[in-house]
């Protein structure tokens, strides 16, 4: 059962059709406005639309969706995350591109747990392991100097 007040900003084909090709990410959430408030507070993403139900977020040139359990009732994953505390178990959510030290202070600022601080790997990349709201894992990481 929808929550949103009023029209959507976009109907729902429009929104669809608008889409890039690419990999999208869609996260499933008890409520958006944490999850909404954690993208943009502490990850810096602009958020292009949000209501009750849904929100739009933009993110280092990506485009990913918010959706709230509630609006998965009549969906073909009804029920998956009933009594599911942790979101995304298995799943890092990673940010190229991003600056893992600022991001890190952001999180730590506002309470967020941080799993691993800011560390260079052997890989090429500074990044930190950060839980967001219902336990999704964000790894914002920046390149190495050559």
């Known amino acids: 059962m929808k929550k949103r007040v009023g029209k959507a900003w976009m109907d729902a084909d429009t929104f669809g059709r608008s889409l890039p090709r690419g990999v999208g990410l869609n996260l499933l ?3 958006v406005a944490d999850m909404e408030a954690f993208c943009r507070d502490i990850l810096g993403a602009r958020i292009v639309y949000s209501d009750a139900d849904f929100a ?6 990506s485009v990913f969706m918010l959706h709230a359990d509630h609006t998965y009732l009549d969906h073909a994953m009804t029920g998956v995350v009933d009594g599911v505390e942790l979101r995304g178990l298995g799943m890092e959510i ?19 747990t941080v799993l691993a601080g800011s560390l260079d790997k052997p890989h090429g990349i500074r990044e930190c392991h950060i839980v967001g709201p219902h336990g999704y894992i964000f790894v914002p990481s920046a390149a190495l100097p050559a």
């Open 29 to 31: 959430v008890p409520e």
């Open 56 to 61: 739009v977020v933009e993110l280092l040139g």
């Open 94 to 112: 990673r940010l190229y591109g991003a600056d893992p030290d600022e991001i890190e202070a952001r999180a730590r600022l506002a309470g967020h």
